[in-house]
């Protein structure tokens, strides 16, 4: 049997999470917390994560070091770099991260809706890769 599919969040700003706990059950995704990208990548190795949100710093490094370091561990983990809303953030987080192979990018004010339409996308895009698999796997 398959695991739950995973959601990750590495924030330490966690209210709106709680209100996107409802959202992403209602679609069969469960919700973890990390706190390092150490951690983060052990999750990866052995979990069915289907997109990680993560903040600019964690406590063992950053988003930068989060998006080297998941390339090795699962290609198709989809990585959000996200903006807590104590920090400016500019236009160069966003063009570095999407460099880096970031999925998306979520600034400062992003709130459950925006999260949702994140989840949405990359499910989308996790059915994608799947029809192309079964596709070319038939030719």
């Given at each position: 049997m398959r695991s739950k599919m995973q959601v990750m969040v590495g924030?330490?700003?966690?209210?709106i999470w709680g209100q996107v706990t409802n959202v992403l059950e209602s679609k069969g995704l469960g919700l973890t917390r990390f706190r390092s990208v150490?951690?983060?990548c052990r999750a990866l190795s052995r979990d069915n994560v289907l997109v990680v949100f993560c903040e600019n710093q964690l406590v063992d490094g950053t988003y930068e070091d989060l998006l080297t370091a998941a390339k090795q561990v699962r290609a198709r983990t989809r990585i959000v770099v996200t903006s807590s809303k104590s920090k400016s953030s500019d236009s160069t987080t966003y063009v570095r991260?999407?460099?880096?192979?970031?999925?998306?990018?979520?600034?400062?004010?992003?709130?459950?809706?925006?999260?949702?339409?994140?989840?949405?996308?990359?499910?989308?895009?996790?059915?994608?890769?799947?029809?192309?698999?079964a596709w070319h796997g038939r030719g």
């Open positions: 924030a330490m700003d966690l209210a150490k951690e983060a991260a999407k460099e880096l192979g970031a999925f998306d990018v979520l600034r400062e004010s992003y709130g459950p809706k925006d999260v949702e339409w994140v989840v949405i996308c990359a499910i989308r895009d996790e059915e994608a890769v799947r029809a192309a698999a």
